[in-house]
Structures are given as structure tokens and as C-alpha cells.
């Protein structure tokens, strides 16, 4: 098995790269929401990521809502989940009435509440047993660690290691807790794809890093390749001016982009 694995590729990329009002917001006439409405390259879906393998497909989050018209049953080997909130599940709502008889694993933070009744009728979803934080998980395809993050709901990063490739995907939160920043430290990043939603603020935003806390966490832990997702209209708005004066490996997260 451990040859077998070691041949197996991994793509990424890039499902959703807005935050909950995505891009363009209802009745905005920002210069950001203008140019997404011109120009469907710079509209902005709910944030997830695909991760493609010979063995099928990994969904992190789920809040594209039509991932049912997207994919065949048979693509989505398994989803995962940062955490509850609805722009990162409502595409769930959908999927789990197919009648096929055999079910989709879920993985999950620790959330007894979840969101509205997916527990109770969860259909063809199967709702696997909470992540523990900092324990690795390995599938036939790669290793995936779940990791704490800040947030107004239960919420975790993960690290998405396959062979010498690592990649941490950290969204939503404000900033990072010690124990998540200490474990991602030891770690040599490939990529590091991290929430900021907002411009710099003269203080940290309440559940999503800004400018300023993203480029803390870039001097921190130093990875390779940083990408920002979770992108409100506004930072879009201070980017058209200032996106620029960022880092030349810190790049800015587009529906559909190929990661890797």
C-alpha cells in the first residue's frame, strides 16, 4: 500500500475564494462589485477547496451549493468540514437526498449542534466521529491533520501532507491559537492558504484576519507559497489599490484556481 500511495497525485484547487456575502454583494455598487459583475473571473463563491486524486475527489467545506450539478455521486470520495456555519455547508443540503445506498463519509470538528437538522436526517452523509486536533488521519490517498483554529463556531484548519508536499488550509479565523501556530512552525509549508477577508484595520476584526494579521502570519511561519482566501468586496476594494505592495509569493485566491 505504501508504494501504491506514494504514486498517487494530488491536484488542488481552488472551489470558492468569498466569504459569507461573496462577490458581488446584493445591492453593492463598490468598485469590486462592479467588476464582478462585468467580469465573472472576479466573482467570489463560498470558500472551499478540491482536492483531486486517481481515487476521487475530497471536498473541504461544502458551501458551493451546487456541488450536486458539479459532480457525480461517484466523483465525492469524502467531505470535510472546517466548521458549521452555512456558507460552508449548504451544499450539503442537497446532496444527502440522493436514494443511492451507499453513503459519503463526513469529517467533522467536534460540533454536537451542527447545522439546522443535518444530524437528524443526514441521508446519504455519513457523519464520521469528531477530529481529535493535532491527530493525523490517514487515508489511502494522503494524510490529513486537523488543527484549532479562532472563530465564533467550533472551527479547524488542516494539513494536507502527501510525500515531501505539505499544504495547511486555515479558514475562518482571526489569527492563530499558540498550539496551532507552534505545530505549523515545525512544519516546512509549501503552501500556506489562509483566511483574511478584510483591508488592514486599526484593530483585529472580530472572526476573520485582515491584511495585518495575514502578513503576521507570512513573517511567522515563513511558507513557500501563501494564498489568501475568504475575500470580502472590501478587501477586493483595497486590493484593486494596494495588492501591489504585498509579497511576490503571497497570491490572492480566484474561483477555480489550480493550486497544485
Known sequence: ?????????????????????????????????????????????????????????????????????RYEFDEIQRIVLTHFHMDHVQGLFHLRWSERPEKIPVFRPDDQK??????????????????????TMQFDDFSITPLPLLHSKITLGYVIEKNDFTLAYLTDTVG???????FLANKTLDYLILDCSEPP??????????????LLAYHTLQPKIMMLTHISHRLDCWLMEHGDSLPDNMLIAKDGMTVI
Open 201 to 214: 484595520t486599526p484593530t483585529a476584526p472580530r472572526n476573520h484576519n485582515d491584511i495585518n494579521l495575514a
Open 176 to 182: 492563530l491559537p499558540e498550539t496551532t501556530q507552534a
Open 1 to 69: 500500500m505504501t508504494n501504491e500511495r506514494e504514486k498517487i497525485m494530488l491536484n488542488i484547487r481552488i472551489l470558492g475564494s468569498g466569504n459569507a456575502g461573496q462577490v458581488p454583494v446584493w445591492g453593492c455598487d463598490c468598485a469590486a462589485c462592479e467588476r464582478a459583475k462585468q467580469d465573472d473571473t472576479f466573482r467570489r463563491g463560498p470558500c472551499s477547496l478540491e482536492i483531486r486524486t486517481e481515487l476521487g475527489v475530497t471536498l473541504i467545506d461544502a458551501g458551493v451549493p451546487n456541488l450536486a450539478e
Open 114 to 135: 451542527g447545522t439546522d437538522d443535518l444530524y437528524k436526517h443526514a441521508g446519504v452523509l455519513d457523519f464520521q466521529p469528531a477530529f481529535i486536533p493535532f491527530e
